[in-house]
């Protein structure tokens, strides 16, 4: 479980870095709103580091911080895109909501996390 997550995860953070630096006409959109599309994935994203490296789960939120931050300073230099405050603060409580579950499940179910 904990390999499929990681290997996951990493396709999901490549997702996030193609997805980002595409001009915006040419992103798929889901229906939901901006704030709710980023909430999701990096919820998932969070969520699936977290399992995969469940036992640095402090790095894999500070690394969270400087990813999201990564993101959106990239897409200063994207035409059609934007840098913004809000996208980055939706990320990392996104990603970190993700990481904080799993930390909270170790918490609860410490047998269940044991190798």
Known sequence: MQSICKAIAWILAVAIVVLSVVPASERPTTGFSHNMEHLAVYL??????????????????????????????????????????????VDVVGADIGVAIVAVAKWILPRQFER
């Open 44 to 89: 998932a994203t969070g969520l699936t580091f977290a399992i995969g490296y469940r036992d640095r789960l402090v790095v894999v939120a500070g690394a969270f911080l400087l990813f999201c931050g990564l993101i959106e300073v990239v897409q200063f230099w994207v035409p059609g895109r934007h840098a913004r405050l809000s996208d980055f603060i």
